[in-house]
């Protein structure tokens, strides 16, 4: 659990209220957005943006609404990558395209981002427009870069790097970054600010792909397996092919992408991902990304927001869901 005061964790509440506000009419809008905002994420990348936008000068309003923005923005790929990846849960209960289709849940994407963009003009500071549309467009050619290589045999770790950044690292920086653009923040600051959601992005990318096979012993709130079975080789299983002979590798792509597999195989499957070997390189690329992003967070020892971002970091890296 992150350690945060009293102030900050009202703000994030305050997030959650702002995102389930909904004025329209239709009843099937109101309905599907309620279904959505009713199971509460975790709203790390909402939370980084109040933490890089602590200011006296600021109003606490203008940072929950940016907050609100960034939560609004991930949510709707959420919404988007589900129908993508035919999920079936989404944060334990059941995704949108399983409960109506994958057509409402195409269409509430884009209702959720355009609500987003609305939010975003009222704010009115073009930079940080820019920074949230160029963000929006990156994130999805991510989804478009990953798709394309689940049609590859071979993938290379600066590929899956690069994915991660553009999926899950992106957002993280633009977060921290436009956090820090709204408090008014040096341009040497900002640019830190960045860098660090951009290295703190791929710290928790890479533990959420390591919590995909922990899933099968831990609960961890989500099916074990997921990614495997949407035929996605992700950081553990790069590095399970890596080291596994050539008979192992074999049945390691064969299974990749099953919806169903036995008891025996997902045995076979966890244990060649616990092999010591791949468990150290995994751990290493971890520490490693985590260690850059203490390094940037060292540059803003004076900042407000120091120790409540020192224990999103620890937690990232540690975290079990």
């Excluded at 940080?128 to 290589?149: M, P, S, V």
């Excluded at 399970?240 to 169903?260: E, P, V």
């Excluded at 927001?305 to 540690?318: G, P, Q, R, V």
């Amino acid at each position: 659990m992150i350690v945060l005061k009293k102030s900050t964790q009202t703000e994030l509440d305050r997030v959650q209220a702002v995102i389930k506000k909904e004025l329209v009419s239709e009843k099937i809008i109101q309905e599907i957005y309620q279904y959505i905002f009713k199971a509460e994420g975790k709203k790390t990348r909402a939370l980084l943006c109040l933490l890089a936008s602590k200011s006296k000068e600021k109003k606490s309003r203008d940072r929950v609404n940016l907050a609100s923005i960034i939560e609004l923005l991930h949510t709707a790929t959420l919404v988007h990558d589900d129908v993508v990846d035919e999920s079936e849960l989404r944060r334990g209960t059941r995704s949108v395209n399983q409960v109506w289709t994958n057509s409402y849940s195409v269409l509430m994407g884009d209702f959720i981002y355009s609500k987003a963009f609305i939010l975003m003009v009222k704010l009115g500071t073009p930079s940080i427009l820019d920074e949230l549309a160029k963000a929006t467009n990156d994130i999805a050619r991510g989804e478009i870069i990953q798709l394309d290589l689940l049609e590859k045999k071979y993938i290379k770790l600066q590929d899956l790097l690069k994915v991660s950044y553009l999926k899950t690292g992106r957002l993280f920086e633009a977060s921290s970054k436009t956090g820090a653009m709204l408090a008014n923040k040096s341009k040497e600051e900002i640019k830190i600010f960045g860098l660090l959601g951009k290295t703190l992005g791929t710290t928790f990318q890479i533990q959420d792909d390591i919590l995909d096979y922990k899933a099968f012993k831990l609960d961890t709130g989500k099916p074990a397996f997921k990614d495997f079975k949407e035929g996605k080789i992700t950081f553990p299983l790069y590095f399970a092919l890596k080291n596994s002979s050539a008979k192992d590798k074999k049945f390691l792509m064969n299974k990749l992408g099953q919806s169903k597999i036995s008891k025996k195989d997902q045995n076979k499957i966890y244990s060649l991902i616990q092999n010591e070997k791949t468990q150290k390189e995994i751990n290493a690329l971890l520490e490693k990304y985590s260690q850059e992003t203490l390094k940037h967070l060292h540059k803003l020892k004076h900042d407000a927001c120091y120790n409540e971002m020192l224990n999103l970091i620890n937690f990232s890296k540690i975290r079990k869901k």
